[in-house]
């Protein structure tokens, strides 16, 4: 049984992530048998000005947009640049960040293990947060040796993007026949590992349901938690598309549960006996709207992202979601003219972050 160690920060014995059976992580609110309430989000506007950023903040990293994928799909943060900072100011950026409240750093791009010096920043980082939970997202297509020196250096978990699970459908997903190999080699030393790990699945319909069911079949005897995502480029996906192919491949499912995330959203986790988990995101910035902006954003009612997280793009911008780089802060002129980049970033969120209540989302049972 796959039982991961504490996150760093929490009290020892109450896991980030755990097998199924056993208790509950006092992180979950479990519904046996029956769904949480309905309840529409709400409006969260109006914050004071002059509060100061919360001290559990989730920062999203764009250490490179340079990827070996083609995914259809990719989102890229937000940030349709190319490149990536210089080592000295990424490591400056995500330190200052860190000092201000910034307790879950994510390393993402693009490919971040694409990084020949990934492992040198993050083992910077670490000594800069000792007590931060460092993570990356990666596709597991780099250099293996560059992944194992990440973890080495102080990272703490991974979520695996699973492109396709079978070799046909990660071809068909951009990937090529070295990389489908190299994913697997990744994937095998992540587990024996024994970090926790996350195996993300992006859902883009019903002809991936094959694919995704040999995937869940295989989360099933790893007690590895698989992440199924929609296709943020489709309209008509959402937690009650996935919660519905989840129970026609699955049936239903023993355990519902929310899980809640100080330093994000919440999000919807799913257990079978058999040991599957499944994890979805049942919330959305739109309806969640925790910057001030949010109220009057032209791109609220189509707004799907299922995080509150700030992002540092890949020029060094700070930025509150993906969809308004025009709301961003760049912080690079401010670090080389000698700048305070962590009182400048504080009157941003001070600025723009609105207080968000915990009020639940509408879930579909």
Not at 112 to 133: T, Y
Not at 204 to 218: F, I, M, P, V, W
Request: net charge neutral; aromatic share 6%.
């Amino acid at each position: 049984m796959f039982v991961a160690r504490s996150a760093p920060g929490r009290p020892e014995g109450e896991p980030l992530f755990c097998g199924f059976p056993g208790p509950a992580p006092s992180h979950e609110r479990w519904f046996v048998g029956a769904a949480p309430p309905l309840v529409s989000g709400a409006a969260l506007l109006g914050r004071p000005h002059g509060m100061r950023p919360s001290p559990n903040l989730y920062l999203r990293v764009v250490a490179t947009t340079a990827c070996p994928m083609r995914c259809s799909y990719c989102h890229r943060e937000g940030d349709p640049g190319t490149g990536g900072l210089p080592l000295q100011i990424l490591t400056s950026l995500v330190g200052m960040l860190a000092g201000i409240g910034a307790t879950k750093i994510k390393w993402l791009g693009g490919e971040p293990i694409a990084r020949s010096d990934i492992a040198a920043h993050i083992g910077a980082v670490r000594e800069l947060a000792p007590g931060a939970d460092l993570s990356v997202i990666t596709s597991g297509t780099a250099p293996l040796a560059r992944l194992r020196d990440c973890f080495a250096a102080g990272l703490d978990r991974a979520n695996l993007s699973i492109h396709g699970w079978s070799e046909p459908a990660f071809i068909e997903r951009g990937g090529r026949h070295a990389l489908y190999r190299t994913r697997q080699e990744s994937l095998a030393w992540l587990l024996e590992h024994g970090a926790p790990l996350k195996l993300n699945f992006v859902y883009r319909g019903s002809s991936d349901e094959q694919d995704l069911s040999a995937l869940l079949n295989y989360g099933a005897t790893t007690g590895a938690c698989v992440n199924v995502l929609d296709d943020l480029t489709r309209s008509d996906l959402g937690p009650d598309v996935l919660l519905a192919a989840l129970r026609r491949l699955r049936g239903r499912e023993d355990r519902l549960a929310v899980a809640s995330d100080p330093a994000s959203l919440d999000t919807l986790h799913l257990r079978w006996g058999d040991g599957l988990w499944v994890e979805i995101k049942h919330q959305s910035l739109g309806t969640i709207a925790p910057w001030t902006a949010c109220g009057s954003c032209p791109k609220r009612s189509a707004c799907k992202e299922g995080i509150t997280a700030l992002r540092l793009s890949h020029d060094g911008v700070l930025r509150p979601c993906m969809d308004r780089p025009d709301l961003g802060l760049p912080l690079v002129p401010i670090l080389e003219s000698g700048g305070d980049v962590a009182a400048a970033a504080m009157a941003w969120l001070d600025a723009n972050q609105a207080e968000r209540l915990g009020v639940a989302a509408r879930m579909v049972a």
